[in-house]
């Protein structure tokens, strides 16, 4: 189909090795045409965003989505490190995975929000949840946390919710 050619080399006990070249026909797409979901009303750099996240998969998505709209985001493995990070630094948002070893996503919440700083323990948390139902919503929104997102989740309403987070902010420091 590609007009290509496949050379196999391969050796008993060490491996095998498969070469071969594809030629794809590109097309120059206008310049007024919006690449990669850039534009803009998108540009959320100013935003500085913790995500809390033990999955290496999620955590490339996460990043790869935010960095669409030039956010540049903090990533730690577990709620406790999440937890220090706060301590330690200011954060518009955290997107806050609920499943994790070491301190889970519930339980950073609660410490987070017991913090003497009102502006860090008032930051807007999103659960990251693959667990969806009823049940589970209000059991995030019980833990104080301000919304949440379902896994895989939809990256226009993941910019929605960080619209309005900006939005807010602005307002605040206006």
Do not use: C
């Amino acid at each position: 189909m590609f007009n290509s050619q496949i050379e196999l080399v391969s050796k008993p006990n060490v491996g095998t090795k498969i070469l071969f070249d594809v030629v794809f026909n590109y097309e120059s797409l206008p310049k007024t045409m919006v690449v990669d979901g850039m534009n803009q009303e998108s540009d959320l750099g100013h935003l500085r965003i913790l995500v809390v996240e033990d999955n290496e998969v999620n955590k490339l998505v996460i990043k790869q989505t935010l960095q669409r709209w030039n956010v540049l985001p903090v990533i730690v493995d577990n709620g406790a490190i999440a937890v220090q990070k706060i301590e330690e630094e200011t954060f518009d948002l955290i997107l806050m995975d609920l499943f994790m070893p070491v301190m889970d996503g519930f339980q950073a919440t609660a410490a987070i929000r017991k913090l003497r700083d009102p502006m860090k323990s008032s930051i807007p948390i999103i659960a990251l949840t693959a667990q969806v139902d009823e049940n589970m919503v209000q059991k995030v929104l019980n833990a104080t946390m301000n919304d949440f997102l379902s896994k895989p989740f939809d990256p226009n309403h993941l910019l929605e919710k960080l619209k309005m987070i900006a939005d807010r902010n602005v307002e605040l420091y206006s």
